[in-house]
């Protein structure tokens, strides 16, 4: 293969077409859609019911419910655990955005802690720290496929009379001795939009094994109300409410999609081994870490580039940019995947959610710092990233992962050829 970089007019390490989409479509799929399109029942029909039981079983939960996001799920969690106004909330420094806007949903209050370099979520040994009388929750999210060591949670939790809410919307299946994710915390939800591991286009599942923290999600869900529609609704508002329900079609997706994602793990975690192996002596590449007593699923293949290596500790976002770019016009479709930590987001910098400051002003609240810099390592790693996720996943097999490793090979032995 020839060095030049494909940025530069060289040939490309992946061709065109190589990488297949996600998710893969078949006939049970295809039978499941059609099903309950003809079955009429779309609102809460058969497979929203059919949906929450086998997931629950699928992960080990006694309690599921099909909602129509993971960021709905995770507001369920939010208020089903207790949080209300000025509350506060743990929650690590770099995630998706609704991980922590859901405490603000409730008009509780997001209080950040530092993320762990190597694992890339929540530093544990860093929580007990944020813990103040006004603690209600611990957020735990389980990112890019690697479970955070729960048991530590668990244990300060404990200790301090905390609820824990797990984030399991990147991590489906991701195990940490041996328990999967989800099945640690009070609650946890998960993700099913168009790049989860399990996929229905758009989606989400709260789980919980709590009789109480069910009753009061299941009131979050629907209107305020108890009952499901497929019981003898009294439509009453027993609690403030929102619409998260989910419906029949893109729950008989989820369920056909269900039935073969022990298999896409399968294929992902080999894959993923595939393009570790090939890309373990790249120069100046951090490569992602399984730690012992976790099965991580590599939602998010994340590499980090070591940027005093390479001479651009000065200028690392920049740099990582240029990366990105020759990586991609090789083929190795990437992603940098948050460009901003979560406290240095306008919302949270503007204090400024619902408006007149609320919630951070409402009088039950305490003065919270937001200030980026106290959490270094989040920003070291929001500099430094890139990630993937569809080239792992199946249809694409360990020939595509051997491909995307010779052109991340390719990109950093010759990475002079950026320096212009
Ligand atoms: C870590 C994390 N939390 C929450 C969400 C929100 O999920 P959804 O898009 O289904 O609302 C996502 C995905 O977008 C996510 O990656």
Redesign the pocket.
């Known amino acids: 293969m020839s060095d030049k970089l494909a940025i530069h007019g060289g040939p490309k390490a992946v061709p065109d077409g190589t990488i297949k989409p996600w998710p893969p479509i078949d006939d049970t799929d295809r039978q499941m859609v059609m099903a309950s399109l003809e079955g009429h029942v779309h609102t809460f029909g058969p497979n929203c019911k059919a949906f929450q039981d086998e997931f629950a079983a699928w992960n080990g939960n006694k309690y599921c419910i099909t909602t129509n996001?993971?960021?709905a799920a995770?507001h369920m969690c939010v208020a089903a655990c207790g949080c209300g106004a000025g509350d506060e909330v743990i929650v690590p420094a770099y995630?998706?955005s609704?991980?922590v806007t859901c405490v603000l949903q409730h008009n509780a209050i997001p209080v950040f802690v530092d993320i762990d370099f190597d694992t890339m979520n929540i530093d544990v040994a860093k929580i007990e720290a944020a813990i103040t009388p006004r603690t209600k929750a611990i957020i735990a999210?389980n990112?890019h496929g690697l479970a955070v060591a729960m048991d530590k949670v668990m244990e300060v939790a404990e200790r301090h009379g905390l609820k824990v809410i797990e984030?399991c919307?990147?991590s489906h299946g991701a195990r940490y001795l041996d328990r999967k994710v989800g099945t640690w915390g009070h609650c946890g939800a998960f993700?099913?939009?168009q790049n989860k591991c399990l996929c229905s286009g758009?989606g989400?599942l709260f789980v919980t094994d709590d009789d109480a923290i069910l009753a009061d999600a299941q009131k979050l869900w629907s209107f305020g109300e108890t009952r499901t529609p497929a019981e003898n609704r009294d439509y009453h508002a027993y609690a403030l409410g929102w619409m998260y329900r989910n419906n029949d079609l893109t729950a008989a997706f989820g369920r056909a999609q269900l039935t073969k994602l022990d298999g896409y793990l399968d294929t992902i975690k080999a894959n993923a081994a595939v393009l570790t192996e090939g890309i373990r002596n790249a120069p100046a590449l951090i490569l992602p870490t399984e730690p012992e007593g976790h099965e991580h699923i590599w939602y998010n293949y994340t590499l980090r580039f070591d940027m005093a290596a390479l001479g651009h500790a000065a200028d690392p976002a920049a740099f990582r940019g240029k990366i990105v770019e020759a990586l991609n016009a090789e083929g190795v479709a990437n992603g940098v995947w948050q460009s901003f930590i979560l406290p240095a987001m306008t919302v949270f910098q503007a204090k400024n959610a619902y408006g007149r400051g609320c919630p951070w002003q409402c009088p039950h609240s305490a003065p919270v710092d937001y200030s980026p810099e106290q959490f270094p390592v989040a920003l070291r790693h929001q500099a430094s990233h890139t990630g993937m996720t569809m080239p792992l996943r199946p249809p694409n097999g360990t020939d595509v992962a051997e491909l995307m490793a010779k052109g991340i090979c390719k990109v950093m032995n010759n990475i002079d050829q950026l320096e212009t």
Do not use: I, P, R
């Open positions: 996001s993971g960021t995770l995630s998706w609704s991980s999210v990112l984030d919307c990147q993700s099913l939009n758009e989400g």
